[in-house]
């Protein structure tokens, strides 16, 4: 099952754990999400401890969607999480 | 059978004793038997040579041959296989018997007349015993002359002989059937030692539940059980606070962690500070996650072990939850450039709480990735073999050293602290995937190579089969 998303016209595909978490982020832009949180809502309780797992998704997420693109949405902060933002001095 | 055991102890002891007398009760019954022949025969001879001593006067005397025919005519030596010899004071010879009917000895073998009268027993060269009286012929003439009458010991000494083979075989026989008696009983009397061996061998601190058998057949083994059993409820009471205990502790310290949390959330995001200040409290966000993730961990280990954590039992099939389990970490290897291998070509039923489980597979899976070098590959398969369902997890990483295998599944347990360091995780994920195992009545066993990679395989017992519904549900 692949989720299809849109930025800028251009067509993403995403897996649905991708599409999940873009969905998170989205609803709560510009405020600071950590990997605790992401992980509590993406993935279910039996991932609970595995943290690196949200590392690389987002990873891959911005492969996806950042890369190709000038302006990046997601941004690391450091030390406590991530944040789907398109002001970046909003945030640092 | 051990030679230091109590059984063969007392056997030893039983066997010697029972020797011991048996020996002491032969050797008097044999040597007073044949003491009380020897004397016997002795007696005998002593009358009959006073009686053949009544016939030696010196008319006698002054002629052999006479004498010899009244000796033979009332005595008949030889025919009844005895011995008579009469002889001077200065030992020439007056008579001698001939040789008996059955040539049992030889008289001209038996030695010279002794000088004084008395009792012998002489041995000739072919070992015939013979007992030899010699009694004097009387006061009067023809004074000193010695009348000696002799028998042959051998034929009871044959008797005496068939008595001692009768007792030593009686003796084998009554101490075989003694010991052999004396083995099955004591072996019963001790049964109930290796019930209560065998039993308490398998209680460990999973199973404080069960207590030992306790016997009614002798007070000293009931009581010995009993007092086990006392000292079994003793160590269960105490494992059980020790649980609460930790079921309590690691569950007060959820809330001031959760709150702890969001206040501190709330810092690293509120925009009026520093950002400096919102990059440290975020550092802080993520050291109290991890604090909370261990005390998650510690609340849901102890509520499994002490019995209090409620496990759903529901049909499903271990397979398909194991490939969607891998699906969902894939990521997580090929970050590392680890290749997963699914095999589950079959659907394996099992009865459980699928998101324990799961939990168990995503830990296996987890620990994996993280002791496996770069490049590495795992397999995860499930199967089903005989009764039970196997869920395995092979790796070819870094392997745990022989030694270590033994406490791996203990909490807070590290086979290498250098590298832990660099693994996030607290040692909870093994213990965690033991007491998930216990509670769904299986186990998890491990087999490592330094060096090669690890197996754990985890086996579960298979669900009953059920026709109604041969999709599953998970």
Redesign the interface.
Known sequence: VTHQVRRGGRKVDLTSKEYALLEYMMAHPGRVLSRTMIMEHVWDESFEGLTNIVDVYVRHLREKIDLPHPLKLIRTVRGAGYCLSENAAEIE | MNSRSLVVRLMAWHALWLAAAFALAGGVIYFGLRHYIEASLAEAQIKRADRIALLVTPAQLALPGRLAETIANDFAPEASERFVRISRPDGTVVYRSGRPGDGSFDPAEISAPPRQPGVRIETLHDGTRMTIVARSVGTGNPAGCLVETGESLMPALKELDWLLASLSLGFVVVSGVAVAGAHRLIRRALRPVHEITARAETITSHNLSERLPETHSGMEFEHLSQALNRMITRLEESFQLNRRFLADASHELRTPLTVL?SEL?SI??A?NHD?DL??????L??EV?RI??IV??LFALSRLEAGLAQVKHTRLDLASLAVA?AE??C??A??KNIGIKTVAPTPVFVEGDP?RL??VI?NLL?NAIKYTPKGGSLTLSVTAAADRALCEVADTGYGIPAEAIPFIFERFYRVDEARSREI??AGL?LAIVKSICAAHGGVVEVKSVVGQGSRFIVALPLAAPEERNPSGAI
């Open positions: 949390r959330e690293a995001q925009k950002a919102r990059a440290a409290v975020g550092g966000v993520d996650g909370t993730r998650e961990n389990t969902q970490m990521l997580l090929e970050d998101a799961k939990q995503v987890d996030d995780g994920g």
